[in-house]
C-alpha cells in the first residue's frame, strides 16, 4: 500500500522516466480545474429550513464527552425551545475541504505545509470525504475533489503551488459551493492561510486612508464586510464550520515594521479569522511557530470526532428578514457544558 509520505518522496525523489510517471499520475485526477471569481453576493439555495449546527461538549475539565445521545441535548432559538429534527453523533463522518494559501507569502515554508497536511488527513476518519483547494494570485483551483482515496488526497496536497496575491474569502465561497453538493453529510472547511485577503485589504486600506492619528486603531470594522458576511451566510445555511490555521505572517504583533496603517489593516484580517471560526462553531488556530503547523493540524483532526451535528426547525422557517436569531443548546448533565455558533442572521 502507497501511503501519503511514500507518494511524496516519490514524487520528490524518482529520477527515471519522470514525465510517463507525473503523467500517469494525472490520469487520476481528471478534475482539477481553475475557478472563476464569484460575486460577494453569490448565496447558496438549500432545500430544507432546518438550522445545522456542529456541537462540542465538554466536561468541568475541559475533557470531551462523545457518548451522547439525541435525548440529552436541548436547543433554544432566541429562548425559545425548537423540536430537534436530526442528530448524529461524534463516529459520523465529514466532507471536508482543506483550503491551502499558495500566495506569495507563504513561498518560504511551502515543504512543511504540506508534510503538515499530509499528517492531517492520516488523522482524519477512513470515511471522511477530502476535497483539495488552492488559492494564489491566478484565483482559486480544485486539486481534488470529494474523495476517500488518501492517495489522491496526498497527491494533490504535493502538487499545490502558486504566488501573487491572496484570494481568500472567493476560495471559502467556492469551497462551500462544492460543499453543497455533499448532501446531509457533515461539513467543515479547514483553511490554513495567513488571512490577508487582497481584495478586503484594498478597502481597508481606502478606509484608513482617510482618518489619522489615534483613530486608526477603530477606523476599519472587521465585522462589517461583504465579502466576509456572504461567506457566514452561505455557511450558516449549509451547517458548516470553517477551522482557519492562522499563519504567523499575518500575525500584527510579529510586523518587522510596525506602521500604524500596516498593523490595523493586518490586525482587522485577524480578527476576521477569529469570527470565521466563532460565528460558524469552528475554532482559530493561531500558529506562533511553523514547527506547530503539524501538531495544531492535529488537533482540528480531534475537534472534529468530539463534534456532535444537530438540526433543528426554527421559529419562522420562511422569515427571511435579516435579523438576529440567538442559538443556546443545553445538556441534561449539570456538570457538562455544550459550545456551537452563538447564533445567525436569518437571510
Not at 477530502?130 to 475533489?145: C, D, P, R, Y
Not at 495567513?194 to 465585522?223: C, H, M, Y
Not at 426554527?314 to 442559538?327: F, L, M, S, V
Request: aromatic share 6%; hydrophobic share 40%; proline share 5%.
Amino acid at each position: 500500500m502507497v501511503t501519503s509520505f511514500s507518494l511524496v518522496r516519490v514524487l520528490r525523489n524518482r529520477p527515471a522516466r519522470p514525465i510517463l510517471f507525473i503523467c500517469l499520475l494525472a490520469l487520476w485526477f481528471p478534475n482539477a480545474s481553475a475557478v472563476k471569481a464569484q460575486q460577494p453576493e453569490d448565496v447558496i439555495t438549500t432545500n430544507t429550513s432546518l438550522v445545522q449546527l456542529n456541537v462540542g461538549v465538554v466536561d468541568r475539565q475541559g475533557h470531551a464527552i462523545t457518548t451522547l445521545s439525541q435525548t440529552d441535548f436541548t436547543v433554544y432559538e432566541d429562548g425559545v425551545r425548537r423540536p430537534i429534527q436530526h442528530f448524529e453523533s461524534t463516529e459520523a463522518p465529514f466532507s471536508l475541504v482543506i483550503l491551502l494559501d499558495m500566495s506569495g507569502s507563504t513561498a518560504t515554508f511551502r515543504q512543511q505545509i504540506q508534510t503538515a497536511a499530509l499528517r492531517f488527513i492520516e488523522a482524519l476518519a477512513p470515511e471522511d470525504r477530502i476535497a483539495v483547494v488552492e488559492f494564489n494570485g491566478k484565483g482559486v483551483k480544485s486539486l481534488q475533489g470529494f474523495s476517500t482515496d488518501r492517495r489522491r488526497v496526498a497527491y494533490a496536497i504535493s502538487i499545490a503551488s502558486g504566488a501573487g496575491e491572496t484570494y481568500l474569502y472567493e476560495a471559502l465561497r467556492y469551497s462551500l459551493k462544492e460543499l453543497a453538493h455533499e448532501e446531509k453529510r457533515r461539513k467543515a472547511i479547514v483553511v490554513l492561510t495567513d488571512g490577508i485577503d487582497t481584495e478586503a485589504r484594498n478597502g481597508d486600506r481606502a478606509v484608513i486612508s482617510k482618518v489619522s492619528g489615534s483613530d486608526l486603531e477603530t477606523a476599519i470594522k472587521p465585522e462589517i464586510n461583504a465579502q466576509l458576511s456572504s461567506v457566514l451566510t452561505n455557511a450558516d445555511r449549509l451547517g458548516v464550520s470553517v477551522f482557519p490555521l492562522a499563519l504567523p505572517s499575518g500575525d500584527p504583533k510579529r510586523l518587522p515594521l510596525p506602521d500604524p496603517l500596516i498593523t490595523a489593516m493586518y490586525a482587522a484580517a485577524r480578527t476576521r479569522l477569529s469570527l470565521l471560526a466563532h460565528r460558524t462553531g469552528g475554532r482559530l488556530h493561531e500558529i506562533h511557530r511553523l514547527d506547530d503547523m503539524a501538531k495544531l493540524y492535529a488537533e482540528v483532526a480531534a475537534d472534529l470526532r468530539t463534534l456532535y451535528s444537530i438540526a433543528y426547525q426554527p421559529t419562522n422557517p420562511g422569515a427571511r428578514d435579516g435579523k438576529w436569531r440567538e442559538i443556546r443548546v443545553e445538556v441534561a448533565r449539570a456538570d457538562l457544558v455544550a459550545s456551537t455558533k452563538p447564533g445567525y442572521y436569518a437571510r
